[in-house]
């Protein structure tokens, strides 16, 4: 029991560490729920740090990801053995958060882990094949695609947990406008940094920056609509928080700021609280 205290604290603690978004939302959350979302924020977020790693080759990058995307689709319970013996050689250079993967799915109720993991293994895939395209974004199709992969299918899952939960029915079309709605905004935030550190511009040929945040409105508009049909007052919070920090980072970015301040954060998060 003791052991079982221990994980439920260091992925609270891993999570506080990697999500200034998500972190807040889920502590707002019932322990069950808590558990649930938390778990399958980490697991994605383990695959996206993959992904995501400046250094990294791009050719272990995405055996990482296609054998990682196998042992999450395995029958039965996660190999811990496996997954360890693969991340060995580059361990050095993955965060804590990656190599735990397999604690975060220990930390999942029984029974929704299943369709945690199967998530988490079609990101994985979707992110191994945007890593062998060198994430060449030509299209809004493209756009789409990447931002489906590393967004929207968390859209998707958060719905499945809803449903698992208490019934909770919502639309996986809009879900996955919720997803790519926030991403939208994290590749305006991160534009410069994204292309000066990785020579990546997830942006489609032709489109202004001006395109980007139609884009970032029309799928927050989504996430509106998304929230319709959620009841349940700690869900409707928990999906409120990072819509409402979106719009108001993607607001200041539109006022020539780069993002918000953290005393405008902690406002955003108390409004919405409040209403």
């Known amino acids: 029991m003791r052991n079982e205290a221990k994980l439920e604290k260091d992925a609270m603690h891993v999570l506080k560490e990697t999500s200034r978004t998500f972190y807040i939302p889920i502590t707002l959350l019932k322990r069950e729920l808590r558990l649930t979302v938390g778990s399958a924020y980490l697991c994605m977020r383990a695959i996206d740090e993959i992904e995501d790693h400046e250094t990294m080759e791009a050719k272990v990058k995405e055996h990482l990801l296609r054998e990682t995307k196998v042992l999450l689709l395995a029958e039965g319970e996660f190999d811990e053995t496996a997954y360890q013996s693969l991340i060995t050689p580059y361990k050095e250079d993955l965060p804590e958060v990656t190599i735990r993967l397999g604690d975060w799915i220990n930390v999942c109720p029984t029974g929704i882990v299943r369709k945690v993991k199967e998530a988490t293994a079609e990101m994985a895939g979707g992110m191994a094949d945007w890593v062998k395209k060198d994430w060449v974004i030509q299209t809004k199709e493209d756009l789409d695609d990447y931002t489906y992969y590393v ?79 959620i009841k349940t007052r700690t869900i409707t919070l928990f999906c409120k928080i990072p819509l409402a920090l979106a719009k108001r980072t993607l607001k200041a970015m539109e006022d020539g700021k780069k993002k918000m301040s953290r005393q405008e954060v902690e406002e955003v998060v108390a409004e919405v609280k409040n209403e």
Do not use: C
């Open 151 to 229: 967004a929207g299918l968390v859209g998707v899952m958060l719905s499945d947990i809803w449903k698992w939960y208490d019934g909770t029915e919502t639309d996986h079309d809009l879900a996955i406008g919720f997803g790519r709605g926030l991403q939208a905004v994290n590749i305006l935030r991160n534009q410069h940094e994204d292309f000066a550190e990785r020579g990546v511009r997830f942006i489609p040929e032709g489109w202004t920056r001006d395109d980007v945040f139609a884009y970032a409105h029309e799928n927050l508009r989504l996430g509106d609509l998304y929230l319709q049909d």
